[in-house]
């Protein structure tokens, strides 16, 4: 072979690297900005998506920020609920929890229901009175129920979390975090009653008396995901909309957790994209995503907590300062069986249902 012709060869040559090496830059730069504009669609100023089964952080935007829970805080009371009290046990709703405004379950002083109605009517109703009655009947008052949440919050490692009420009215000194909530509802979901009421969406509760309430849950996205067990809303004024749920993607179980979403609408639509995007995590084709935004640590009165901190997550993880992504998911909704004794279960059919967006103090 001539030098001309060597030359030639080695040139195309060069050219074929220089090319596949503009190629990979092409596709980092695409992935990259792909994630970028995933993280500036959500509108929540934070949110966590983990793996349930092993506590993995699959996706972060502001995890450790200390935000007001509104009714997310029913969990936590559930929770207190289904391991201390005997689900047939029943209470006597008091006039303390009657008058707790504004959403309410629709019982009065002196009916008599049973910790298993309380639980339907707190966590699909969002029924603040039906959270005091709770509280009420397993501790004997709220500020000890309050003493054993916080202790409870502990010791699942829930450290940046505080309550002062078992409903998530607003008040002085109680936040929690994305991180936190998404750790709550992991602990949720290990007791089928609480994935039985969670997962419900319609139910007639029943009084001793045979008086009877029909409720609707507050969490629209069970009538549109097949796939999801179930979840809890939240909002006040000062925390906008609250949720977390758990859903179950490609033989995962999957949790997401947000806080301080603008709308409604925003959060069943950010809900469903970073389920999809938890989904693409476990299936290798994304990588985890942990980002902050200054902006929402420095306009957030209830903490100044640190910047730098990072979730630990058993891959690779991109820390952002600045990201966003477009979310869609898949429908599912699974059959519920009906709840025991005084509730009775009713299945809606499978249709889109208006959901309002529960007045100023907290569904």
């Not at 929770?79 to 008058?99: C, F, G, M, P």
């Not at 505080?162 to 750790?183: C, E, H, M, S, V």
């Amino acid at each position: 072979m001539t030098k001309s012709a060597q030359s030639m060869e080695h040139g195309a040559e060069r050219r074929q690297v220089m090319l596949l090496i503009l190629l990979v830059v092409l596709l980092l730069t695409l992935h990259a900005s792909r994630l970028t504009a995933f993280s500036e669609e959500i509108e929540a100023r934070a949110a966590v998506v983990m793996d349930a089964t092993t506590g993995r952080v699959l996706y972060a935007k502001n995890p450790e920020l200390r935000l007001m829970p509104a009714s997310t805080t029913k969990l936590m009371t559930a929770l207190i609920a289904v391991e201390k009290a005997n689900l047939q046990d029943v209470v006597t709703v008091s006039r303390n929890a009657a008058n707790v405004a504004p959403t309410r379950s629709g019982f009065r002083e002196g009916d008599k229901v049973t910790v298993q109605t309380l639980l339907y009517a707190a966590l699909m109703k969002s029924a603040n009175d039906a959270a005091v009655a709770l509280a009420e009947a397993v501790a004997g008052s709220e500020e000890e129920f309050v003493q054993m949440m916080n202790r409870k919050a502990l010791a699942i490692g829930a450290t940046d979390t505080r309550f002062i009420n078992p409903n998530g009215l607003p008040g002085r000194g109680q936040y929690t975090t994305a991180f936190d909530l998404a750790k709550i509802m992991r602990q949720a979901i290990k007791y089928p009653v609480l994935k039985e009421v969670l997962g419900t969406r319609i139910t007639e509760l029943s009084t001793e008396a045979g008086k009877t309430v029909m409720v609707k849950n507050t969490n629209k996205l069970l009538w549109t995901d097949e796939e999801l067990l179930g979840g809890k809303t939240g909002f006040t004024h000062a925390a906008r909309h609250c949720f977390v749920c758990a859903g179950e993607r490609a033989d995962n179980t999957l949790i997401v957790a947000l806080l301080g979403a603008p709308s409604r609408s925003a959060l069943w639509k950010e809900t469903e994209g970073l389920m999809e995007f938890g989904s693409k995590v476990m299936l290798n084709l994304e990588e985890p995503v942990v980002y902050l935004t200054r902006a929402d640590y420095e306009t957030e009165r209830l903490t100044k907590a640190s910047y730098t901190k990072k979730i630990k997550t058993k891959s690779k993880v991109k820390a952002k300062t600045k990201s966003k992504a477009k979310l869609k998911a898949k429908p599912k909704s699974k059959a519920k069986k009906n709840g025991r004794m005084m509730v009775k279960a009713k299945k809606a059919k499978k249709t889109s249902v208006a959901t309002k967006a529960v007045d100023g103090t907290n569904g």
